[in-house]
């Protein structure tokens, strides 16, 4: 089966940085996304890696180590708006999607 | 404007009962998913299709069933709803069926009593 492991919540001031990690061991690797998740809301894509390092798009940022099994979302300048919960999933050796139960992000002004 | 839009947007449903979950996508995708999302479970998949005329079972297929007539529909039936059923249900599509990016619908919160 597929483990994937990330916190359940995080709380950060507006303007700060938070970083969320997520750790995974599944049956092959062929990607890890990064999707966000407003409330009552659909996932969206925010980001996809699959080679080692880091990936910049504008304040957010996701960075993969594949040989430790462990990638992370960087949020910078926080915004009251990047409250939601965000989602790491791992694309296993079928191509199918494993996603973890998800992190909510609380930003207090 | 595209996307993907699924029906209803929620809907209470007595125990027993026989339930179909519309999805239809206009953006020519091949593959499509149905996903519930249960608190602290994140989304597991139920079934998929890579493409028109084939499915696939997922983590979670016990209980629904699904069809692929077309690219752009893929309904999802509860033969006899039961409360475990419970959950919110998003359809999604990709343009092929490997690591491509997936767009999700709006989901439909479903509720067996």
């Known amino acids: 089966g597929q483990n994937i492991d990330q916190p359940t919540e995080m709380t950060a001031t507006e303007g700060a940085i938070v970083q969320i990690n997520c750790t995974y061991q599944t049956s092959g690797f062929n990607g890890l996304f990064w999707y966000q998740q407003h409330a009552g809301e659909a996932p969206t894509f925010l980001s996809y890696?699959?080679?080692?390092g880091l990936e910049e798009k504008g304040r957010f940022s996701s960075f993969l180590s594949r040989s430790k099994g462990y990638s992370y979302l960087l949020l910078k300048e926080l915004q009251m708006k990047d409250s939601a919960s965000y989602l790491c999933a791992v694309v296993s050796n079928d191509y199918k999607l494993s996603f973890g139960a998800g992190t909510t992000v609380t930003v207090r002004a | 404007i595209a996307g993907i839009t699924q029906a209803p947007t929620s809907q209470i449903l007595a125990a027993g009962r026989r339930m179909t979950l519309r999805c239809t996508q206009d953006m020519r995708h091949n593959a499509m998913y149905w996903y519930r999302q249960d608190l602290g479970l994140g989304l597991r998949l139920i079934h998929y299709?890579?493409?028109?005329?084939?499915?696939g079972k997922g983590e979670v297929p016990d209980g629904y069933s699904v069809s692929r007539a077309n690219t752009d529909d893929f309904p999802l039936t509860l033969a006899s709803a039961v409360p475990s059923q419970t959950s919110v249900y998003f359809c999604?599509?990709?343009?092929?069926?490997?690591?491509?990016?997936?767009?999700f619908g709006p989901g439909t919160r479903l509720t067996v009593l």
């Open positions: 999604a599509s990709s343009a092929g069926g490997g690591a491509d990016t997936q767009y």
């Open positions: 299709s890579n493409t028109a005329g084939t499915t």
């Open positions: 890696n699959v080679l080692d």
